[in-house]
């Protein structure tokens, strides 16, 4: 907020925009955030939710039954990954994983460390490949290109990242589990 009124005193100061002028600019670009503002307010309630119906508990019964253990990490990571790539977040893509995976780092005794990294850079490999990702919008017009083209040029380099970090998971886990 403080942000705000030194930036409009600032403006109001140099004489070239009028209040009725920032008013409206400042509108603007507070409805340019008020979808991602929603996402991720709807995708932690969705978290908190998953969480009070034991979400975690049950999802990890059904791994620990049906998927080797030394999997678990590097599955977690492409899901944190496709579900940040889809949604545009990696915060709701941590909303909603992470309630699921500390369930499974406690009844499979799994590391903490490795299963919230896998959650977290799966999720951020994500958002930053996502045409539709603030992250992405910004660095487009930060270095005056189009947002396709932008994204078009960043994912070799970021595939490349992202399929040697699965490799990494998948390595790890079968070292340490």
């Known amino acids: 907020m403080l942000a705000i009124v030194v930036a409009y005193c600032l403006m109001i100061g140099s004489r070239q925009f009028t209040h ?13 955030l008020l979808p991602l503002v929603s996402i991720v307010l709807l995708s932690l309630t969705l978290g908190a939710s998953l969480k ?14 049906y998927l080797p253990i030394y999997l678990i ?26 309630p699921i995976g500390v369930p499974l780092i406690q009844a499979l005794g799994l590391p903490p460390s490795l299963v919230v990294g896998a959650i977290l850079g799966g999720g951020i490999f994500g958002d930053h490949c996502s045409p539709i990702s603030d992250t992405s919008a910004v660095s487009a017009i930060a270095s005056g ?5 932008h994204v078009k040029t960043q994912l070799p380099y970021a595939l490349v990242g992202g399929g040697l970090t699965f490799v990494a998971y998948l390595v790890t886990s079968l070292i340490v589990l």
């Open 20 to 32: 009725h002028q920032l008013v409206d600019t400042g509108f603007k670009g507070m409805g340019e």
């Open 52 to 65: 009070e119906l034991g979400t975690g508990v049950f999802v990890a019964s059904l791994v620990g039954d």
């Open 145 to 149: 290109c189009d947002l396709l083209t």
């Open 73 to 98: 990490v590097p599955v977690l990571f492409l899901t944190g990954a496709v579900m940040s790539f889809t949604t545009g977040t990696s915060w709701g893509t941590f909303a909603i994983l992470i």
